[in-house]
T-cell receptor, first 112, second 116 residues
């Protein structure tokens, strides 16, 4: 079946540090890949997405590239801010009509 | 546009009691999802509706969980009787069938259930 394996957390970084959160997936066919973010006290929000191999999703300084050869979709940001503190979820969806399959989430804390 | 609304935000019940959660999706969204998010895990789909029909309920514990979406708009998820392991956040999401980015799932704030 489909699954998403995400980097274990929690992750604590200093402000302006470089961020990488690893995500790999197992799926049949050609799924779409997503990163969702959950800020404290809020619902899940879509951060970025990629729908085919070699696509790069980007938003708010975050980037992730759909790598089919390594079945990965790692999240990166060059310089994190305190406001980026949240829980980040990697997810896949086999088709646009289907459910999302999520990883376990990575809690990120940025200290000033 | 208004987002996905859920109520209540928090609920504490004793085991073997019953509880119901309500979700009002974004206006015009045909597809509605209920996810269960246990602490430390990612959300897991319980049931997916398209209009008022069930598309996927393969992960719904049907001996205790039920859900309905009358008139293809808002939805109710019920647990009866609750068990300790049902303690989780219940997320509702909706999406449209309009194509392109409309297929994105928009999530509500969730209902945090604690079973004691």
């Amino acid at each position: 079946g489909n699954s998403v394996t995400q980097m274990e957390g929690p992750v604590t970084l200093s402000e302006e540090a470089f961020l990488t959160i690893n995500c790999t997936y197992t799926a049949t066919g050609y799924p779409s890949l997503f990163w969702y973010v959950q800020y404290p006290g809020e619902g899940l929000q879509l951060l970025l997405k990629a729908t085919k191999a070699d696509d790069k999703g980007s938003n708010k300084g975050f980037e992730a590239t759909y790598r089919k050869e390594t079945t990965s979709f790692h999240l990166e940001k060059g310089s994190v801010q305190v406001s980026d503190s949240a829980v980040y979820f990697c997810a896949l969806r086999r088709s646009m009509y289907e459910k999302l399959t999520f990883g376990t989430g990575t809690r990120l804390t940025i200290i000033p | 546009e208004a987002g996905v609304a859920q109520s209540p935000r928090y609920k504490i019940i004793e085991k073997r009691q019953s509880v119901a959660f309500w979700c009002n999706p974004i206006s015009g969204h045909a597809t509605l999802y209920w996810y269960q998010q246990i602490l430390g895990q990612g959300p897991k789909l319980l049931i997916q509706f398209q209009n008022n029909g069930v598309v996927d309920d393969s992960q719904l514990p049907k001996d205790r969980f039920s859900a309905e979406r009358l008139k293809g708009v808002d939805s109710t998820l019920k647990i009866q009787p609750a068990k300790l392991e049902d303690s989780a956040v219940y997320l509702c999401a909706s999406s449209s069938l309009g194509g392109g980015s409309s297929y994105e799932q928009y999530f509500g704030p969730g209902t945090r259930l604690t079973v004691t």
